[in-house]
């Protein structure tokens, strides 16, 4: 199975933008369906966003729906969230998942999970 590695998580004033990157190793990536979570102290993990395997269906969570934009190039085994007009309770840690069977936002659908990238908004 992919291994996932995020990076692009910072600090960045309220009204900014961030792009995080996760790139997979191992088995073929574009044979799974790919999402973000994202997970504040002391929260839950909260879903985020979730694009399928040929990116021609994208989903998002309320939350940030208009500002933030999932992506993937299959070629370059890489998913991508672009994070725009950015607010302080966005703050958190920043997962990207897979799962070769769900499109979900649940997650315990994914088997597959990265370490996760810190994303800091001050105000």
């Known amino acids: 199975q992919v291994q996932l590695v995020e990076s692009g998580g910072g600090l960045v004033q309220a009204g900014g933008s961030l792009r995080l990157s996760c790139a997979a190793s191992?088995?073929?990536?574009?044979?799974?369906?790919a999402g973000w979570f994202r997970q504040a102290p002391g929260k839950e993990r909260e879903f985020v966003a979730v694009i399928n395997r040929s990116s021609d269906s994208t989903y998002y969570a309320d939350s940030v729906k208009g500002r933030f934009a999932i992506s993937r190039d299959n070629a370059k085994n890489t998913l991508y969230l672009q994070m725009n007009s950015l607010k302080p309770e966005d703050t958190a840690v920043y997962y990207c998942a897979a799962s070769r069977s769900s499109y979900s936002t649940l997650p315990r659908r994914y088997d597959v999970w990265g370490q996760g990238t810190q994303v800091t908004v001050s105000s």
């Open positions: 191992g088995r073929t990536f574009s044979s799974y369906n």
